[in-house]
């Protein structure tokens, strides 16, 4: 079974820093999708960033770009320039390509003060 | 293009009772899901369809908990009774085909009384 690790259960940071999210993962397949995603207390979930297994390069999202170590099955976040409005609960998740079934991690609760 | 529609927001039950949620995914979209999220916790997926037919509903609770999703488009999750356990937020998101991006609705929070 794959699951998904997130040891962070709080950060906080002051605006305009830069804050570093951990997600670890175990899984034995080799053709996979990484996800991290936003929730905000109005609870719809906002897809941040994606990262296919099979692509070395770190994907990047203007202020957000990951860190995928395949393999030591880490898949960290990076937030720069951080704003008030990235004020949210922050999930990794896992997908096996074509299982179409995302597995969460328990999420960490980010708070950017002013 | 609208998004994921999903109501009621809230609803407060008390015990026994029944209850049902609905979710209006986006337009072509053929992928429609439901997922659980217990408070301080990841979702975790209850059901999926592939147009109108349930593909993959291994972690539906198949004694109080029933879906469907007629002519592929509009769905209802039910819950009959409800129970304590039961109050949570139900996550509905579609996506278009296999292995494309999933939408999530703004979900239903569940308190069970």
Redesign the interface.
Known sequence: AQTVTQSQPEMSVQEAETVTLSCTYDTSESNYYLFWYKQPPSRQMILVIRQEAYKQQNATENRFSVNFQKAAKSFSLKISDSQLGDTAMYFCAFEIQGAQKLVFGQGTRLTINP | EA?VVQSPRYKIIEKKQPVAFWCNPISGHN?L?WYLQNL??????LI?YENEEAV?DSQLPKDRFSAERLKGVDSTLKIQPAELGDSA?Y?C?S?RD??D??Y????T?LTVT
């Open positions: 998004g992928t899901y301080g916790q990841g979702p975790e997926l999926r993959d937020v996550l998101a996506s296999r292995d991006e999933q999530f609705g703004p979900g929070r």
